[in-house]
């Protein structure tokens, strides 16, 4: 069953589209169930949707894996640049905002935008269906990878389990490399990979580096490096089953 929700964002004053993914016998199973937060969220369901007509599949895994959880799908932000902002947790510098054709600064309200996670959905999340509280998962690729990380890092005992798909590191790869040292991951678990065809030479080098600087954080940890990997939704949704079932079995 998918309940499809409108939330008014508090901490950027702005509205957002999210489907809730929950087992059609929620309200008379009497379980609680683990919640993983989707974000690209339009992405996550439905072809006709999707970015180039591809899915990630989410409710066919869940099903084939047969695996109880709730599924978050907060949609991006489709105005120009804001989904860049939205899920940029530092300001990028003066060069890579000129890659995206603009003069201003790009990035810099992922902060806030993970303050709504953890201060207005997980509370709403919490009170209005039967979720584990203590059981919070995040995922994304790309951009999206990147603001699920920083979640991930940020409040390591609200977000336990993180999965994060061709990331694009190479946008703020000494400030993950700085935050890395500061953040208690040592019980929490990480799913990360990268494709050998990503559409920037950039993915490689950074996802490497960075995965060298997690190594040893933290015990529940896979790598994957898919040689064929392209930068789209058709190739993510093949990697799906692998971090859900790391997360919740199956």
Known sequence: ??????????????TRKIDIYVPDDYQTSKKRYPVLIINDGQNAFFDEQSYIGKSWGFLQAVKQLNIDVILVAIYCNFEPLKREDEYGPWMMNQDLSREYGTHRLVGGEGNAYVTFLTTQLKPYLDQNFPTKIDDYGIVGSSMGALISFYAFLKYPTIFKKCAILSTAFWIYEEEFVNLLKVSSISH???????????????YIPSNEHLKECIEGKLQNYQ???????????????????????MFYGG
């Open 1 to 14: 069953m998918i309940i499809q929700e409108e939330m008014y964002i508090r901490s950027l004053k702005r």
């Open 223 to 245: 790598y994957h490096f898919f040689p064929y990997g392209k930068h789209s939704e058709y190739d993510w949704s093949q990697r799906v089953p692998l971090f859900l079932e």
């Open 188 to 202: 929490n678990m990480l799913y990360m990979d990268v494709g050998g065809q990503e559409d920037d030479k950039r």
